[in-house]
């Protein structure tokens, strides 16, 4: 995604081909989801390398309330003849730290039920955004957010469920590869984090040995 447009370039002529996504977290880094905005106008553009022209946009008209907001997007697909216009909901839930993280609602209806999925990104495969289990595509980045994931990593793992590889389906087998690797990684991050605390408080106390005990003839130089 290239960043956004400061408004009034919606016109027939916004075009998006291929597979493109859009994500609050673009919203939020450039500070978008600010309460009391209504029909703020802009555009979602995306650059093939090096071009300084968008290859596509979509335009969108914002509205944000204190806890839920409207992203009404509108393009043109080309290839389909389609002109599409439609609202997709956002929502929040509370921070741990406080404040709230933004989600869209995945916008599509299968079959009459709304999909209705709380997620970070929507994605564009044929003439919708909707989230990735509606458009049915592979999990490829930890980043993206998998509802499934999250759904199993909150309800806590089972992970007697992946003992018995034998008998689970290749399906099964690579949804419990991406719960282990989302794991992992979160993990990861964890250790990285307390060996960087643990790393500042090595150096606070050889800072403090520093100070405590040096030599009156030492010819040691505080760093
Ligand atoms: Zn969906």
């Not at 997007?73 to 599409?84: D, F, P, V």
């Not at 930890?142 to 018995?164: E, H, N, P, T």
């Amino acid at each position: 995604m290239g960043g956004f447009g400061s408004g009034q370039r919606w016109s027939k002529k916004d075009v998006v081909e291929g597979r493109h996504a859009i994500d609050t977290a673009s919203l939020k880094r450039w500070n978008l989801l600010v309460p009391g905005t209504t029909g703020r106008p802009g555009a979602f553009e995306w650059r093939r390398g090096g071009e300084g022209t968008a290859s596509s946009s979509v335009s969108y008209f914002l509205t944000v309330g204190p806890t839920e907001g409207t992203l009404r997007l509108l393009y043109t697909i080309k290839s389909l003849t389609a002109e599409l216009d439609y609202p997709v909901r956002l929502v929040t839930t509370p921070c741990h730290l406080g404040g709230v993280r933004w989600w869209f609602v995945c916008p599509l209806v299968r079959g009459n039920i709304p999909c209705g999925r709380r997620v970070r990104r929507l994605y564009l495969s044929g003439r919708y955004f909707g989230c990735r289990h509606c458009h049915g595509l592979t999990y490829t980045s930890s980043q993206g957010s998998d509802c499934r994931v999250y759904a199993a990593l909150r309800g806590g793992l089972d992970f007697g469920r992946f003992r018995d590889v034998r008998r689970m389906s290749v399906a099964q087998l690579g949804f419990a590869l991406k719960v282990l690797t989302f794991e992992q990684r979160r993990l990861d991050r964890v250790d990285r984090r307390l060996d960087r605390a643990a790393g500042r408080r090595r150096s606070k106390a050889v800072n403090t040995a520093h100070r405590d005990d040096i030599p009156s003839d030492s010819t040691d130089t505080d760093p």
